[in-house]
């Protein structure tokens, strides 16, 4: 498998990065590779860091829990209010996530009480399933997500209603949630603690015209995990997950994202590739399975097998400006990546990339609904500007895509110069 690059990948992928850069990505691979940690000390030693640009990064990628355990040893290469924040934050994700464990277990068990089936995924099925093993809890999320069949969704609602749970439209209208959607929101906020949030999947991505996954059900295998008896996604299916949430996520490229694909690979060496490739292609979903293997392969150097990666049909132009934008952003991010403007352009570029085809990625965003053009552009969703530019998207967007496009072109070839 040719991923380009060769020299950079092979022994210069750290000298080939800003510093701050190169030191979030070691302490991301570290999370897959343990041995990883001990190259640390020498790193930052060698090396002049940014710490304020590091954090910046550190908390961009959703890793602040893992740096702060890999760097306490070396704190005295770290200013103090740099390493109490990184402190301070990886003992609140430690307790947010032992209390989020805890309040999935009171749900579990009002599930299975009823008799109705769901499945936790995204951070929860990881959390359940010990994906991280010993770092289980350094692995950030902020709300419990399960998925479950539609047309249960009735009985789910008084399950949530009967545990105090409300829902949280968001001051959107129903509509929106249970047509434009595929996930409705609920919110526990008891008065001694922190709130809850979960989000009842019914399915892993918004409604297209051709299904995607319909074995998933009849592929779920169980597991127990302290005395809870589980239905799992199987790793096959945890991958186009994994897969269909980068797509959609505004943060394409965080790492803690990458970190999952590359946990999930290195523990199911022995994964149905047939049946990856044959669902990617009916489902159209081979750009978006090959962007999470690339990052797998080119950021920890997971074996993947290259007849595998040929069968996916990805053309080889698309691989290419896929692999460049991975290693550009990531090992080089500017001086104002973590900036909301940037970070929209960047997921808009990605938003084209992530499909098998133009087409549909243009029809999603000309037929977006309008409360998600709305937040988009941090508009009131029903408010009387977010209407008016709403219905003069067509002559909007592509105009003032193409200019941003430029704009970042621009900006990166006068970075280069200076």
């Known amino acids: 498998m040719d991923y380009g690059y060769s020299g950079m990948l092979k022994n210069n992928l750290f000298k080939s990065a800003v510093p701050e850069a190169g030191l979030t990505l070691l302490i991301a691979k570290a999370l897959i590779e343990d041995n990883k940690r001990d190259l640390i000390g020498n790193f930052i030693s060698s090396n002049r860091i940014n710490w304020k640009k590091f954090s910046q990064l550190i908390f961009y990628h959703e890793l602040y829990p893992f740096a702060y355990s890999c760097l306490k040893k070396h704190s005295n290469y770290l200013p103090a209010k740099e390493l109490e924040l990184l402190e301070r934050h990886h003992y609140a994700c430690v307790k947010g996530l032992i209390n989020l464990w805890g309040e999935f277990q009171k749900i579990s068990a009002a599930f299975r009480n009823k008799n109705l089936d ?79 949030n979960l989000e009842i999947h019914w399915a892993l991505d918004y409604t297209r015209k051709k299904p995607i996954l319909p074995d998933l059900w009849n592929r779920i295998y169980r597991y127990e995990t302290e005395g809870t008896d589980l239905c799992l996604l199987s790793p096959e299916d945890s991958l186009f997950c994994l897969a269909l949430h980068q797509r959609r996520f505004g943060k394409i490229l965080c790492l803690k994202n990458a970190c999952d694909t590359a946990r999930l690979l290195k523990n199911n060496p022995a994964l149905d590739w047939g049946y990856i490739i044959k669902a990617a ?111 003069l998207r067509y002559l909007i967007f592509i105009p003032l895509f193409i200019f941003n496009l430029f704009l970042g072109m621009f900006r990166k070839k006068e970075k280069a110069l200076i």
Request: aromatic letters at 12%; glycine letters at 4%; proline letters at 5%.
């Open 118 to 196: 769901f499945i936790p995924i995204k951070g929860l099925a990881y959390l359940a399933n010990s994906l991280y093993k010993d770092n289980a809890y350094l692995r950030p999320m902020c709300d419990l997500d399960i998925l479950i069949k539609k047309e249960m969704l009735p009985e789910a609602r008084k399950i949530m209603a009967d545990l105090e749970y409300r829902e949280n439209l968001l001051e959107l209208n129903q509509c929106y949630w249970e047509e434009d959607n595929y996930h409705l929101p609920f919110r526990r906020a008891p008065a001694e603690d922190n709130a809850f």
């Open 281 to 391: 292609r009916s489902g159209d979903m081979r750009a978006s399975v090959y962007f999470i293997l690339a990052q797998a392969k080119l950021l920890f150097d997971i074996e993947i097998g290259h007849s595998m990666i040929d069968e996916l049909r990805v053309p080889r132009y698309k691989k290419m400006i896929l692999k460049r934008h991975i290693l550009e952003n990531i090992l080089n991010p500017g001086p104002n990546f973590t900036h909301e403007e940037n970070l929209k352009l960047l997921f808009l570029k990605s938003h084209f990339l992530l499909y098998d085809n133009l087409i549909e990625p243009v029809r999603m965003i000309l037929n977006i609904p309008r409360e998600q053009f709305a937040k988009f552009y941090g508009l009131r969703a029903y408010g009387r500007k977010a209407a008016f530019l709403y219905n």
